[in-house]
């Protein structure tokens, strides 16, 4: 159960304690259905619509939590043990010598995942990420170190670039290739399918996930999602030395906590992020931040999508071995950057390098080059919001399972719904399309589950802080242990 959990892309399992020992399950429905009682946890639903994922080892249910970042339970089963997360560093290694030897690293952990599986799908976009990723693939099958049939998994519009790009690279690997269309169908249907997955993100990332799930005769399927913040050092746009705290920018959104429920519960959001400050302690402030980054954004709202399609075939994200992101922390950050992927491409003996960047239309750092007349947006998530399941959606955030929480400003809900609707031509998703959307598959969860609301009263307040001062002592002693072993190392 917990194989590579020292893996960025291992896959978080959930539990809670009782009886001093941690149960634990795979998925949420099978944790769920085995804890008696079922409370919101609104320090969660703050942090989700502030940042889109929730904190830590937070879940939609106060007492569930996903298993921590980096850890596995010990023999006892009732204590966690951290891995030695690696070091960053500053070794100012020339471009070339990095991609080549994360090249080397690549296909080590591409083989050792890949090895004896006869059919193997790879999720292909027109991005960068998982073009090394294919290129990696296609090398080792090309030098007999791999035998094994591929499947080019890709969605979108049709005529995008991701589409196009895409069917061009399993066209010149000579590997199967299946299109999943994206509609307001089945943006629909990810509604459903993310309230059955604790709301963990917003319906609008699981794309053709859930479809993907329900493909047959795959032993194994490779991803690139952590390509940006290893190979590139990239996190949404910003380079690793730009990143700021997760914390930063945390306030109530559009006023849609009630004041008095956010005062109380804003404290515990800073507790999530110092708890993992303090396990794993960092030299710079850009490392604490690329942590932050990978244990509480890349590890909660990404992973999780990956988790669907788990729950029948296999999924390994590529680039997150402890020797591959080890390798690429101990690089100088100003040596970290878009230069790396071009000397990777360069190594491959085929044109792999030709293909244009979706992101820009334009062959990889080739500014000179013009611009191709294909659709950069694979997909009108903004107008299926605003138009097509418009009323689908108003109908469950202003549904009694979700005032009956006892956490949301009805009144600004029906305000951001009148407003949102002013923008219906739009075909670009927003902030607050992510939120309604996320709002209508929290209301199906509290239904399906009884998911109970919180009281607004001294008491209530006092039990819920009582109860989480308890499940930190855990974390406490964890941290005492580690400070010993230390002192001892240095006698």
């Keep these: 159960m917990f194989n590579n959990y020292n893996h960025l892309g291992f896959m978080s399992k959930y539990y809670f304690e009782s009886n001093n020992k941690f149960i634990i399950k795979n998925n949420f429905e099978d944790i769920i259905k085995t804890k008696n009682i079922k ?60 991609a080549n030897e994360l090249l080397h690293l690549l296909k080590k952990e591409i083989y050792n995942n890949c090895n004896k599986k006869k059919n193997i799908g790879i999720l292909l976009s027109g991005g960068m990420d998982s073009r090394i990723v294919s290129g990696v693939l296609n090398n080792l099958i090309q030098n007999n170190k791999l035998d094994s049939n591929v499947t080019a998994l890709n969605w979108g519009l049709l005529g995008s670039r991701d589409q196009v790009y895409a069917k061009r690279i399993a066209k010149m690997f000579n590997w199967n290739y299946i299109h999943f269309p994206l509609s307001e169908s089945n943006l629909k249907e990810n509604i459903r399918i993310t309230s059955d997955n604790g709301c963990q993100f917003s319906p609008i990332h699981l794309h053709a996930i859930p479809k993907i799930r329900e493909l047959k005769n795959l032993d194994l399927i490779l991803a690139a999602s952590f390509g940006d913040s290893i190979g590139r050092a990239e996190y949404s746009g910003h380079h690793v030395t730009e990143l700021k705290s997760i914390n930063k920018n945390i306030f109530n959104r559009y006023e849609i906590i009630k004041n008095n429920i956010y005062k109380i519960y804003k404290e515990e959001i800073k507790n999530d992020i110092e708890r993992y400050r303090k396990i794993f302690p960092r030299e710079k402030a850009y490392q604490y931040f ?76 080739r500014d000179e080059d013009i611009n191709d007349d294909l659709k950069r947006n694979y997909h009108k998530y903004g107008l299926w919001i605003r138009n097509n399941i418009s009323d689908y959606i108003e109908d469950r955030v202003l549904s009694q399972e979700i005032e009956n929480l006892n956490i949301f400003n009805m009144i600004s809900l029906k305000k951001l719904i009148k407003y949102n609707k002013k923008y219906s031509k739009s075909k670009v998703h927003t902030k607050i399309d992510e939120i309604l959307i996320w709002l209508a598959s929290l209301a199906e969860l509290i239904q399906k589950h009884d998911v109970e609301g919180i009281k607004n009263n001294k008491n209530s307040y006092l039990n819920y802080i009582r109860a989480k001062y308890l499940s930190q002592l855990e974390t406490i002693s964890y941290l005492a242990y580690k400070n010993i072993k230390n002192r001892v190392g240095k006698i």
């Design 290 to 365: 690329e942590i932050e980054r990978q244990a509480h954004y890349m590890r909660k709202q990404l992973n999780p999508c990956m988790e669907i399609i788990n729950q029948k075939t296999p999924v390994y994200q590529a680039f997150t071995s402890p020797d591959v992101f080890g390798f690429m922390w101990s690089i100088d950050p100003r040596r970290r950057g878009d230069k790396i992927y071009k000397y990777i491409l360069e190594k491959f003996d085929n044109n792999l390098k030709e293909v244009p960047w979706a992101r820009t239309g334009k062959k990889y750092l």
């Design 39 to 98: 409370r919101i946890d609104p320090t969660s639903i703050i942090e989700l619509i502030n940042k889109n994922y929730f904190f830590a080892d937070r879940t939609i249910i106060d007492g569930i939590y996903k298993t921590p970042w980096m850890a596995k339970p010990n023999n006892e089963n009732n204590k966690w043990k951290f891995f030695d997360l690696p070091k960053h560093g500053y070794k100012l290694k020339e471009e070339k010598e990095i």
